[in-house]
């Protein structure tokens, strides 16, 4: 490990930045616009995660009234699973995502907050043709009337799970609640698949030609990963899924995608 500097910059998303803090911990210090919903949802998703034994990164303390709020966090030495691709092959990484997924969605009845209300803020907030938006909201309605409740990450990919430790040793850590809630779990697979299929347009930002061409067929084989032990695991789940997929992908729009993903997201769905 290089030496621990207070302060100094460890990762930066779009939502937040995170700094190390005192030796051993770091500090997600969250977007001044960012909406409280959403640090609400990291701090209960990640204190239910904690109280099931899921590994994720120990939540210290959370300053969820500050100017800008702030979440400490103790400190996971590992990389992305994403850059895990060129030594374990994509298909294990999809695998490794499956597998993760479904420890998470074997928690019933979290203390964490209903899919709904924050998928319906996302959809009231979201730039969308309204109908659109009234059709997103009436899925959404319909998907959770009496829906079974179990924890959702919501945000579930290659670079929101680090791979830390050392031979035997290594495991995967999900980290970055920000989106978790109580929900079906169809809700979570379908996010999933949708952020795993419109990574492509973040690789057709920093690439092109043949490097390009390797990661979009990279992507491919994760994708189909994931769907195929997905579906061993929980037979019909990832079909179940696909009615989720118009709430998901509307819900997106609030997340200010690049051009290319928002354009075929409305071009999929706002018929």
Not at 27 to 41: C, E, M
Not at 78 to 90: C, K, V
Not at 212 to 239: C, K, S, W, Y
Not at 249 to 261: F, H, N, S, T, Y
Request: proline share 7%.
């Amino acid at each position: 490990m290089s030496e621990w500097i207070p302060g100094s910059e460890v990762a930066r998303g779009a939502t937040a930045v995170i700094t190390r803090g005192a030796p051993g911990t770091v500090v997600k210090t969250f977007n001044a616009d960012l909406p409280r919903i959403a640090v609400a949802l990291e701090v209960a998703g990640t204190q239910a995660a904690m109280a099931a034994g899921l590994p994720c990164a120990e939540l210290l303390a959370a300053d969820v009234d500050g100017n800008p709020p702030s979440l400490t966090f103790a400190f996971v030495e590992g990389e992305p699973l994403a850059h895990r691709i060129a030594s374990a092959g994509a298909g294990e990484v999809g695998r490794v995502l499956a597998d993760l997924q479904h420890q998470v969605r074997s928690i019933a009845n979290p203390q964490a907050i209903p899919i709904e209300e924050f998928l319906g803020f996302q959809l009231a907030q979201a730039p969308l043709p309204e109908p659109l938006r009234a059709a997103a909201q009436h899925d959404l309605a319909r998907l959770t009337g009496s829906a079974e409740r179990v924890l959702c990450h919501m945000d579930l990919h290659d670079m929101n799970v680090l791979w830390s430790g050392r031979g035997k040793e290594a495991r995967p850590v999900l980290i970055d609640w920000t989106n978790a809630a109580a929900g079906p779990p169809e809700a979570d697979v379908a996010r999933t698949r949708m952020l795993i299929a419109n990574e492509k347009y973040y690789v057709q930002d920093e690439q092109s030609g043949l490097a390009g061409m390797a990661a979009a067929t990279h992507l491919n084989r994760l994708l189909t990963a994931f769907i195929d032990r997905t579906e061993q695991l929980v037979p019909g789940l990832v079909g179940a899924s696909r009615a989720w997929d118009r709430v998901i992908a509307a819900a997106r729009l609030d997340e200010r995608p690049p051009a290319a993903e928002r354009d075929a997201i409305l071009s999929r769905f706002a018929r």
